[in-house]
């Protein structure tokens, strides 16, 4: 659901979601902010909340999502 909350729900030209309502400046620097959290942080293994949800916002937003500031289709 965290990752959810950024995508926009106004569908393209072929009916798609696949905007986030972040520009492309807020989107690189929640990468490098999440890239700082969870440097030492190993990929598998049990992980509390906090951390499981970064690694999940991360892998979200690594995935070919247009951003707010591209344009529309």
């Known amino acids: 659901m965290v990752f959810m909350s950024l995508i926009d729900v106004k569908p393209d030209s072929q ?6 309502i972040i520009t492309k ?8 902010q ?3 959290l969870l440097k030492d942080v190993p990929e598998k293994g049990d992980q509390d909340y906090y951390i499981s949800s970064a690694m999940i916002l ?5 995935k ?8 529309w289709e």
């Open 58 to 62: 991360r892998a979200g937003l690594q």
């Open 25 to 32: 400046a807020e989107r690189t620097d929640l990468q490098n």
């Open 64 to 71: 070919d999502y247009k951003c707010a500031d591209d344009p």
């Open 34 to 36: 999440l890239d700082i």
């Open 15 to 20: 009916d798609h979601v696949n905007h986030l």
